[in-house]
């Protein structure tokens, strides 16, 4: 290869890494600032597309657009009313600002460490000055009172609620979006995302809900109980007067068929005693004579007088 031919494509080189390190490309869902040397140059870029800087001297700090996620540590804080309780939050923010952000915070990661002081310093300061009822609801709806409801939330479905949890809400994201406005990002939302007690107060309370409801439980099987003797009384009572009509049935029947027996044997011996006294002495030999058994009769016996007139 000759000496030209080598300087042409090292110009082909250079021009190609020269253009390659003067360009570059913004996604939609990007913004930049360049600076030089650490120091911003111009104002922040937002557009997509392709865009031109100063070769390796420049350089591209590329943020995010969209909305992004704000997840806060757990805070133990006390109420206006003395309860000690866990607060979860979250919340939802973007950068508007790119260059203030880059002058005040750098990146994501410092963004994230200071909402966390500014929000959890925000949310304590306002649950701090409210009742738990406040924070845990949002109107004065009434509780559905069942067999199940402990006293204590009886008690409780009487407080009636101020501001509720969602003005809480609002005015922790109104305070703390006013601060972080000067790090050039805006806050749009903060939530709590779930409030529960400390374990000390934990405890007591599950000890008191597991004693109401064994109260609850034991009230329900005395009832219970009670119920099932109530009818078993029913059913015994139910039986002897079942069991004492049918014997009455029973005997009134019992009853009928003997003054009907009667009156047939009576009629029957009216229109012919001799016969009748005939056929009950027949039917009273079997039950007294069998082959094995032995007579002993006197010929005036009243109970041969039938065989006896046999043989005339």
Known sequence: MSRV???????AVLAIVLGFSSTYTLSEHEQAVITRFGQPRGQSITEPGLHFKQPFVDTVNRFDKRWLDWRGDPNQIPTKDKKYIWVDTFGRWRIVDPLRFFQRLRDERNAQSRLDDIIDGET???????????????????????EYTTEEERGESLEQVAQGRDKLTRQIRL????IVKEFGVELVDVQI???????????????RM???????AERSRSEGMGR???IRGQR????????????????EITGKADAEATRIYADAFGRD?????????????????DRSTSLFLGSDSEFYRYLRSSKK
Do not use: C, H, W
Not at 5 to 11: D, H, M, N, R
Not at 175 to 178: D, F, G, I, K
Not at 275 to 288: D, G, I, K, N, S
């Open 228 to 230: 099932a003797a109530e």
């Open 5 to 11: 031919a080598t300087i042409v494509l090292g110009v």
């Open 236 to 251: 015994e009572r139910d039986l002897k007067e079942i069991r004492s009509e049918a014997y009455r049935k029973a005997q």
């Open 175 to 178: 305070r703390a979006a006013e």
């Open 210 to 216: 597991i004693s109401e409801r064994r109260r609850t």
């Open 124 to 146: 304590r300061n306002t649950i701090a000055s409210f009742a738990l009822i406040e924070a845990v609801r949002s109107t004065n709806r009434p509780f559905e009172d069942d």
């Open 193 to 207: 995302r779930r409030i529960n007690y400390v374990d000390e107060v934990q405890v007591k309370v599950f000890e």
């Open 273 to 289: 005693a001799e016969f009748y006294q005939f056929m009950r002495t027949l039917e009273a030999y079997p039950q007294v004579m």
